[in-house]
RNA sequence: CGGGGUGUAGCGUAGCCCGGUUAUCGCGCCACGUUUGGGACGUGGAGGCCGCAGGUUCGAAUCCUGCCACCCCGACCA
């Protein structure tokens, strides 16, 4: 059928996990075939239909649009929150980490080397050749280059120098709200963009195993955000020697599987070690006087997370949104004839919303003129408000509301006087009901295997995590990569020990571990 | 950074191979009118340094060179 479907309705189409996808209704005549199967392509269409981002004009940046923003405003607010109730403070460090710094921890330095821009002069100055254009001021070269940071440790850390004495300072908990900047070779919006916002937390302990928890409790927490706040089920883990941090000794994530079958890393947490407090001489003396280096971590989520929010709950018609996250949970529409209908619907709305209000629910009224209540309707879907009240002629009448939900695309009819509470109720259902969704498919979509075929079949019709046996070397993780190009997601921290034998090499393995393809 | 592709109005595109009237079509936008319970219709209108910079030519969206950006596949990565 896509082969030879020509759209002569108010669509333009892309191909979506075998569905057709309708992301805006530019009317379109032409052959799929060449797009279909097109994954990114659809997300960054959506994305961008949807009001979410664009790519800027600067390479591999993203322009995020004020409903995005609001998006990542909301997920701020609730992480913010989560790490002050753990006794996390916020501060600010410099963009500019000076080379020499960033050479002090030899493994961080190495593993961001190739994707760092750097600043090398401090001025420009009129083109002498070239009127009217600017040039780099030869004369305005830095002594000392700056890098811009890819991560924090290097700044943080060499001023956490001058912040710790004794283990009365200890442990020392910071977060930081900041954009990073890796100049990665290819960039994805959302998923890896040259720029990104973030929050990074690093930390200093007393004990290493006051750090390791301290580590596994950002895990935990990451958890518990992507899965209450975001309704994205996460697999939570440690990574394998080679997909570590650069630098760390243990790095804890979390793993969300996208529609696709790709999984996504959505957060890490590290534990660090002494490695940092060496590099950069952070010591404290101990309650016996005695001088040791402190233990460290660091953590962070970013801005791939939309993407992850994004990739995890949209359908055909355009995003879904958790209540919890969306910039407005529900928006009103009204229906009318004439500017007496619209007045009389419009007091009535007020009232909704007021109540609506006075419950802790967001409301938006859209009583634009100049827009249709059909197109309100599609731009509401598109852009996954939860739900959608609609007033006409006829409720107004009977003392009812039209109750749309985003998730399920159902309507029902609602008495006025039930309405405050019905919203309530369908606002959880939805929470619950998304998470449920994404859990499903999650579930439907680890595959345990015994052999390689199996593995390799399973990749590539099924897709998804595969559990299975791995003798625990790198060089069978590279070479199972090589070939399929999945990798170890993780080893779950929940796996029960088992014995069996590697799927590739046939050595004996204790533990499953998962793979998968990933962004 | 290597391989492939693309760049024409806010968006999606035709034209390019084989140079030649005023650069095509749709959506969107603006005005007026009729409409309004699922992306309205009619009539009229505006909007383009054809990615940027050079070159070839009487003449370049079209040919050549360089650069830039984006997309896909690798390598790298949150």
């Not at 981002?53 to 004020?66: H, T």
């Not at 919303?353 to 629910?361: M, N, P, R, T």
């Not at 309405?419 to 009901?433: K, N, P």
Request: proline residues 3%.
């Amino acid at each position: 059928m896509l082969d030879t479907i020509k759209i002569l309705s108010f669509v333009k189409t892309f191909v979506y996990s075998g569905s057709i996808v309708v992301p805006n209704y530019e009317i379109m005549s032409k052959n799929l075939t060449s797009r279909s199967e097109d994954y990114s392509k659809w997300y960054n269409e959506l994305v961008v239909k949807a009001d979410l981002a664009e790519n800027s004009a600067v390479r591999g940046c993203m322009v995020i649009k004020p409903y995005g923003y609001a998006i990542w405003e909301k997920m701020q607010a609730e992480l913010d929150k989560m790490f002050k109730e753990t006794g996390h403070q916020n501060a600010y460090f410099p963009l500019f980490v000076p080379k020499s710094l960033f050479e002090a921890e030899e493994k961080n330095a190495e593993g961001f080397a190739k994707e760092c821009a750097i600043v090398t002069h401090y001025r420009l100055e009129n083109d002498p050749e070239n009127s009217g254009k600017l040039r780099v001021d030869p004369n305005a070269k830095l002594e000392e280059e700056l890098v811009v940071r890819p991560t924090s440790e290097a700044i943080i850390w060499s001023t956490f120098k001058g912040w710790v004495q004794s283990y009365r300072d200890l442990p020392l908990l910071i977060n930081q709200w900041a954009n990073v900047v890796r100049w990665e070779m290819r960039t994805r919006l959302f998923l890896r963009t040259a720029e990104f916002l973030w929050q990074e937390g690093h930390t200093a302990h007393a004990t290493k195993s006051e750090a390791i928890d301290e580590a596994i409790q950002m895990n935990n927490i990451y958890a518990k955000f992507a899965e209450e706040f975001m309704a994205i089920p996460v697999i939570q883990g440690v990574k394998t020697e080679s997909e570590r941090f650069a630098g760390a000794e243990e790095t804890y994530c979390i793993e969300a599987l996208m529609q696709d079958g790709k999984a996504l890393q959505a957060g890490t947490s590290h534990f660090l070690g002494q490695n940092f407090a060496k590099a950069f001489d952070v010591k404290f003396a101990n309650n016996e006087g005695k001088q040791d280096y402190v233990w460290a971590t660091s953590w962070g989520v970013s801005t791939r997370l939309m993407g992850a929010l994004i990739m995890t709950h949209s359908d055909d018609k355009g995003l879904v949104l958790p209540p919890k996250l969306a910039p407005f949970q529900v928006v009103i529409v009204p229906i009318y004839k004439n500017d007496d209908q619209l007045c009389k619907i419009s007091k009535q709305a007020e009232l909704i919303k007021a109540s609506l209000k006075s419950e802790g629910i967001s409301v938006k009224f859209d009583d634009r003129t100049t827009q249709r209540p059909g197109h309100k309707f599609a731009q509401y879907e598109l852009q996954g408000v939860p739900i959608r009240l609609a007033i006409g002629p006829n409720d107004l009448k009977a003392g009812t509301v039209e109750l749309a939900r985003r998730d399920t695309l159902t309507k029902e009819v609602v008495d006025l006087d039930s309405l405050t509470s019905r919203v309530e109720a369908q606002l959880q259902e939805i929470q619950a009901g998304l998470f449920k969704k994404a859990l499903n498919f999650r579930s439907a979509h680890i595959t345990r295997v015994e052999s390689f075929e199996e593995f390799k079949a399973v990749l590539k019709q099924k897709t998804g995590f595969i559990s299975a046996h791995w003798d625990g070397s790198s060089e069978t993780e590279d070479k199972i990569k090589e070939i399929t190009k999945a990798t170890i997601r993780c080893i779950p921290l929940d796996s029960k020990k088992e014995l069996g034998e590697c799927v590739f090499s046939g050595k004996p393995s204790n533990q499953r571990v998962l793979f998968a393809k990933a962004y």
